[in-house]
């Protein structure tokens, strides 16, 4: 009597060695070959995030406006119209209110941004105040009247400038207790208020916040 079964199972462990099976190709690329362009895993766009978080509410808010509650079909499922229109109303409050808390949000990280910024600009520039200072010493003394010294005290002097830096030097001006600091009062002739007559050590503000107020001798009028 023939064994069907054991030739069956013998024809099956055939055609599964004669014919393994196919090995799966992933293509983990970050870069589309054909295109060039970005892939990204969950199917969407790169976007700016700060774009979507801010346009998120917006949307909600446009929808929860286009929703209208039947009055019809509130009641027949037991629930009064007024009831639902009051749902309906105090949900959109309460996404308006939401929607202006994260607006001020959004305004208060940009702020405390700029001035930490600010205040990061202001480190680096009165860190550099010293160097100034043998800067115009150095000049003073005639040693920066040419040469490549010169040069790069005009450069960092002026890429300085940039980043707001101004100088506190003038003299003939009258005193400012905000921005100068009388080392020496003489009487002086011909002036009716006080006056800065020489600058001893210059100043220096960025904007409207002054870093270092200059040194000066203030005429008096006498």
Do not use: C
């Amino acid at each position: 009597m023939p064994h069907h079964g054991n030739e069956e199972e013998h024809n099956s462990s055939e055609r599964q060695q004669g014919n393994p099976q196919e090995p799966v190709i992933r293509d983990n690329r970050k870069v589309d070959p054909v295109t060039g362009e970005a892939r990204h895993p969950e199917g969407g766009q790169a976007g700016s995030a700060q774009d979507s978080d801010g346009d998120a509410l917006a949307q909600a808010e446009e929808i929860l406006n286009g929703v209208e509650v039947p009055a019809e079909e509130s009641v027949a499922q037991g629930v009064p119209a007024g009831s639902a229109n009051a749902e309906a109303a105090e949900l959109k409050n309460d996404l308006l209110r939401l929607q202006a808390e994260y607006v001020n949000y959004r305004k208060r990280v940009e702020r405390d941004r700029a001035v930490a910024g600010e205040m990061a600009v202001i480190g680096v520039l009165n860190s550099l105040l010293p160097v100034l200072d043998d800067v115009d010493a150095a000049r003073q003394h005639g040693d920066l009247t040419d040469g490549p010294f010169a040069a790069i005290a005009a450069k960092l002097e002026n890429a300085l400038k940039t980043y707001g830096l101004v100088r506190i030097d003038e003299t003939g001006v009258e005193f400012d207790p905000t921005v100068h600091e009388a080392l020496i009062q003489q009487p002086g002739e011909d002036i009716e208020v006080d006056t800065v007559s020489q600058v001893l050590r210059s100043g220096y503000k960025s904007g409207d916040r002054v870093l270092r107020a200059a040194q000066v001798i203030v005429a008096v009028p006498a």
